[in-house]
């Protein structure tokens, strides 16, 4: 038994929160080693890659990220010296930089989505789409509580 399911459910779930994305963070690290880039630097490809239709801004990818500007700078650099993404002023605004990913970074996601497939199979074995369902709800109602709050702070 963990010292987690001692706590109250909501006390349980905002802890299991952290210790599932430490775990699952390094979990990933090591897979990840082998291409030589972290699972931030992954999850800002998949971001410029997925979530939008035309190459996004780096404070477009901050937003969808829940990251600082300075924070997807930096990762975007470093990948940008791997020669896996582009950083690009707009055509119709040069205040405005904008990413997307090089041909390289094309092949090195499309050879990490051979990996993910097993791995995701594995993380959410025996969990039934019913269960997945109640958990984007849940997950999608935590980040519009999140929005909220941030709101309030700025």
């Not at 699952?24 to 890659?49: H, P, Y």
């Not at 937003?63 to 930096?74: L, P, R, W």
């Not at 025996?126 to 702070?153: A, F, Q, W, Y």
Request: aromatic share 8%.
């Amino acid at each position: 038994m963990s010292k987690l399911d001692k706590l109250a459910d909501k006390q349980y779930f905002f802890g299991a929160l952290f210790v599932t994305a430490n775990r699952l963070d390094t979990i990933m690290e090591r897979n990840f080693a082998e291409f030589g880039v972290t699972t931030k630097q992954w999850f800002l490809s998949i971001v410029v890659d997925r979530l939008f239709e035309d190459p996004p801004t780096m404070k477009q990818a901050a937003y969808a990220m829940g990251s600082s500007h300075q924070n997807i700078k930096q990762l975007a650099l470093k990948l940008h010296k791997k020669g896996l993404l582009r950083i690009d002023r707009d055509a119709q605004d040069a205040r405005l930089t904008r990413l997307s990913l090089t041909p390289e970074g094309q092949q090195i996601w499309q050879t990490v989505r051979l990996q993910r497939d097993p791995f995701q199979e594995r993380l959410f074995e025996g969990i039934s789409p019913e269960e997945l369902k109640t958990v984007r709800s849940v997950m999608e109602r935590l980040l519009h509580n999140i929005d909220e709050m941030d709101c309030k702070n700025k």
